[in-house]
């Protein structure tokens, strides 16, 4: 399918969605909005991947919501734009494991995007923040939800308030990242990543993405109540079978999502 605003590539089981509007940093529209959403609800259908990266082309990631298209935009009309509003959301549940690699900006909601994902990095030189409230507003992709679980009510507050942002090690720092890599070098080590998940038993990983999200929405109880369920539900696959065999028999595995 042709993508006017993303690109779409695959190696091997992991696909990579390359944010593709350089000529606005990447900023998000609703054309782009819609073009995400398509290729999230094809690749999600399709078992042969098994792990996303999310990057941008150009000199940065993203840098926020597309304030052209916005700007001449009433309350209702926000509200009607569809995917523009809901598209953090179809990111952040998309079941399959997603891996940003973030370079030169990711602000508003370029880094709501990226917080929408299971791994962050960031390559050194990368700018994250959320400033829109120096244009008389506040995030509307789940910044003021997501950045305080990430860096705590404090840091979150002066981020948001001030419309200041952070480098990439004081992301790391902060917890917002996973990990800090060379200027140039997201791509690729994002890249390593992924397709180390993407050689895992696929229910497993999908369980475990599930596991660790459902930390963040309820109670410890509950959370370890749900864990023990997941758990047991992995012992009726067959790549539980496969994965405990090959362990005995010191040799790789051969993982089929069965």
Not at 144 to 162: D, N, S
Not at 204 to 216: D, H, I, M
Request: charge should be neutral.
């Amino acid at each position: 399918m042709e993508y006017q605003t993303i690109a779409l590539s695959r190696e091997g089981p992991v696909a990579v969605l390359t944010l593709n509007r350089p000529e606005a940093l990447n900023a998000m529209n609703s054309a782009m909005a819609r073009d995400l959403t398509q290729a999230l609800e094809s690749l999600s259908k399709d078992d042969s991947v098994r792990c996303l990266v999310i990057t941008g082309s150009g000199k940065g990631f993203c840098a926020g919501a597309d304030i052209r298209e916005m700007a001449g935009m009433s309350s209702t009309e926000v509200a009607r734009a569809g995917s523009l509003l809901s598209i953090w959301e179809t990111v952040g549940k998309y079941p399959k494991p997603i891996v940003a690699a973030l370079s030169g900006f990711a602000l508003g909601g370029g880094l709501e995007l990226a917080m929408c994902c299971d791994i962050i990095l960031a390559a050194q030189g990368t700018k994250l923040g959320q400033p829109e409230i120096n244009i008389g507003i506040i995030p509307g992709g789940g910044g003021t939800q997501r950045l305080t679980r990430a860096v705590g009510r404090y840091k979150a507050m002066e981020m948001i308030l001030t419309g200041s942002s952070i480098t990439a090690d004081e992301a790391a720092s902060a917890g917002l990242v996973s990990r800090v890599v060379p200027a140039g070098q997201h791509l690729q080590e994002a890249m390593k990543i992924a397709q180390t998940i993407a050689s895992k038993a696929p229910i497993a990983v999908r369980l475990a993405k599930q596991a660790v999200s459902s930390a963040e929405e309820g109670t410890l109880p509950d959370g370890l109540k749900h864990e023990k369920q997941l758990f047991l539900l992995l012992f009726s696959t067959k790549d539980k079978e496969e994965g405990m065999k090959a362990f005995l028999e010191k040799r790789p595995p051969v993982f089929t999502g069965e």
